[in-house]
């Protein structure tokens, strides 16, 4: 499995709790934002089109701890931004180690190599490292030739220091199937523990607007990815999310299930959505409209998404709400081959994306020039 047991019991038992306390809605993933800072422009992200007086600041390690023990959480995703550009992101870390949060650290792996100093290897941390694809896709993903070896290298140098990583791997329009589960392979042979996928969101802020996926859309790339699947492939993350996102399953959107906390508070609603932020994490709680938001609520924003900050905790509390529940997390661990012959045909056929892909370019300054701008 890629998720160790002790891991996957932390995360039942809270689960479990809060079922027996009754509540509707609990947390199961923080997202601590401690800074927007990065060394990359991705062009479907909109985190790096923040003024540059904002890109200066982050959150101190006290204000980080604070916001992780009003929340809750056995689990805690510090993105960005990149992470790795926190002065004290070493303090952060070995904060929540000591909370004895496990701890998902997101990055794009740049700085990871010089940095794997700063941290001791331990069961509650993990580097989730940035990983679009094979290295053209991946490179032309986050605009920066050379970005995959570099990457590759950093995950290399945590592996053989003893830490424990995964991949998170964003998809958008034009995505070839073939070349994902080709990657797929490749990951697999270098050692990762697991694999995340999801489909990208079409942040209003990103420079490229066009190859962002409808649901459609998004469903069918991802039943010719996950389908007739390879046994040798590990996912660090809900099975029934990913038949979700393969179509299989049908859930509503519970942002509160990954609340973002960042320098402006407690994002409204989700990590995607910025509709103002709360002071407290109650306050988020009680003061968010939640019908407002989701695919059934009619909310254009939230029209095509199907990205895991809105819709994994639906799929944890789907499995643990029922033993129907449970079986269909067991069958999906332990038969998660999905024949299918549709799938299949798409893969030989190909999937032509609705608007052609530009060349790499660099939409941004080199990742060491962009990182003196904001200093």
């Not at 932390?10 to 027996?20: D, G, H, I, N, P």
């Not at 909109?46 to 007086?53: L, T």
């Not at 797929?184 to 995340?196: P, S």
Request: with cysteine; aromatic share 10%.
């Amino acid at each position: 499995m890629a998720v160790p047991v002790k891991q996957m019991w932390t995360v039942a038992s809270y689960v479990l709790r809060q079922k027996m306390k009754g509540r509707k809605r609990y947390p199961l993933v923080m997202m601590l934002e401690p800074l927007f800072r990065c060394n990359l422009a991705c062009a479907g992200c909109g985190k790096i089109q923040y003024p540059a007086h904002i890109l200066k600041q982050h959150l101190s390690a006290e204000e980080c701890m604070r916001a992780v023990d009003e929340c809750g959480t056995p689990m805690v995703s510090i993105p960005g931004g990149e992470p790795l550009l926190h002065p004290e992101i070493d303090k952060i870390v070995e904060g929540l180690v000591a909370r004895k949060k496990y701890i998902y650290l997101c990055t794009n792996a740049l700085l990871l190599k010089e940095k794997l100093h700063l941290f001791t290897p331990s069961t509650y941390l993990t580097f989730n490292v940035h990983m679009d694809g094979e290295r053209e896709h991946h490179d032309m993903s986050v605009c920066r030739e050379g970005g995959f070896d570099q990457a590759k290298e950093g995950i290399k140098a945590a592996l053989a220091a003893g830490f424990r990583v995964t991949t998170n791997s964003t998809l958008f329009d034009g995505t070839d199937p073939n070349s994902v589960r080709n990657f797929f392979d490749e990951m697999m042979e270098l050692g990762v523990e697991g694999m995340t996928v999801s489909p990208g969101y079409s942040y209003e802020k990103a420079p490229d607007q066009q190859h962002f996926l409808g649901r459609a859309r998004t469903r069918r790339l991802f039943a010719a990815i996950l389908a007739n699947r390879k046994s040798s492939w590990k996912f660090n993350m809900s099975p029934l999310f990913l038949e979700f996102l393969m179509g299989e399953r049908h859930y509503s959107c519970t942002p509160w299930g990954m609340p973002t906390f960042n320098m402006f508070g407690w994002q409204k609603p989700c990590y995607l959505l910025q509709d103002g932020y709360a002071d407290t994490f109650q306050e988020l709680l009680d003061s968010t409209e939640w019908d407002n938001y989701g695919t059934e609520s009619g909310n254009p924003q939230c029209a095509n998404c199907m990205v895991h900050c809105g819709y994994e905790a639906s799929a944890v509390d789907d499995t643990f709400s029922s033993v129907r529940g449970l079986m269909a997390a067991a069958k999906a661990t332990f038969f998660s081959k999905y024949p299918n012959a549709e799938a299949m045909k798409t893969l030989r056929e190909g999937i032509k994306p609705v608007h052609a892909r530009n060349p790499l370019v660099k939409i941004a300054p080199p990742a060491q020039d962009l990182q003196e701008t904001v200093q």
